[in-house]
């Protein structure tokens, strides 16, 4: 097992994920191919590819570097932990949102509402607030869970008699 370690330079259940997640892919890949529609979803695999590396990729190294050039302030000891936390809790809830609106933009813009409409008999005037409302929820609870971190830091902090936090950021 040392000897896995050492060769491979990770653990044993690492190498399970990896095999099992390039066996996921394959799968995956070989049940695209296999559609009728296989060239159209392979366009769209590219495509996306393209985007990210092209246009989402700088877009968000750029908002980064602007939220985390905003919490960059002279040190102030262990205060500076909690500026750290803070901007990955505002981080997460903002690319899960971002995801979410990408996902759905058709319907949450009211872009498709007739062939929505001619293939569910739905509307779509539901899904603006309903992504609203997922974002608002996403900050709310991510803010929640930050209040909750700081004040466990600060209460661990002030048992260890250290007054400041003891905070680790994550990542």
């Not at 319907?107 to 008999?121: G, I, M, N, Q």
Request: aromatic content about 8%.
């Amino acid at each position: 097992m040392q000897r896995l370690r050492e060769d491979y330079g990770a653990s044993p259940l690492h190498l399970l994920a990896v095999v099992a997640s390039f066996a996921i892919a394959t799968y995956g890949f070989l049940a695209i191919v296999e559609r009728p529609d296989a060239l159209n979803t392979l366009i769209w695999f590219g495509a996306a590819i393209v985007a990210h590396d092209l246009i989402a990729f700088p877009v968000y190294s750029v908002l980064g570097l602007i939220a985390g050039g905003t919490f960059r302030m002279p040190p102030r000891g262990p205060d500076d932990r909690i500026r750290v936390m803070s901007l990955n809790h505002l981080r997460v809830p903002a690319i899960l949102s971002a995801l979410a609106l990408i996902t759905w933009f058709p319907l949450v813009l009211a872009l498709s509402a007739d062939r929505y409409h001619d293939k569910t008999a739905m509307t779509e005037t539901t899904f603006l607030g309903r992504w609203l409302l997922l974002t608002g929820a996403l900050f709310a609870i991510s803010g929640v869970a930050l209040a909750v971190r700081v004040r466990l830091a600060r209460r661990r902090a002030a048992a260890a008699g250290g007054g400041g936090p003891a905070v680790r950021p994550k990542g």
